[in-house]
């Protein structure tokens, strides 16, 4: 079992930056690879971003690629998500996830956080 605890979201102006971590609990979190994902109101949950295990290799949806970064901390135990150049359609739930693929689909993950609320003011 794996328990993730997303945090590091809250209200930044257009333009803005912000870092999120999720921290994750148990012996084996570092074995997985891990997704940062997102839902908007009134959306669909939709993928942003995913590390492997080592954290060499990176995913990004296009339309976070060049103003998002994933990265990991595995001695931490923690995956970040870094957004920078915000935009109000980037406000939504953020939501940390793990799977045993490097993938940008969500029925391959397998544990999830609770999410934590990221709003882009304009």
């Known amino acids: 079992q794996v328990q993730l605890v997303e945090s590091g979201g809250g209200l930044v102006q257009d333009g803005g930056s912000l870092r999120l971590a999720c921290a994750a609990s148990g012996r084996t979190a570092s074995s997985y690879h891990m997704g940062w994902f997102r839902q908007a109101p009134g959306k669909e949950r939709e993928f942003v971003a995913a590390i492997n295990s080592s954290g060499r290799t990176t995913y990004y949806a296009n339309s976070v690629k060049g103003h998002f970064t994933i990265s990991r901390d595995n001695a931490k135990n923690t995956v970040y998500l870094q957004m920078n150049s915000l935009k109000p359609e980037d406000t939504a739930v953020y939501y940390c996830?793990?799977?045993?693929?490097?993938?940008?689909?969500?029925?391959?993950?397998?544990?999830w956080g609770q999410g934590t609320q990221v709003t882009v003011s304009s």
């Open positions: 996830a793990t799977s045993g693929r490097l993938t940008n689909r969500q029925d391959e993950y397998d544990y």
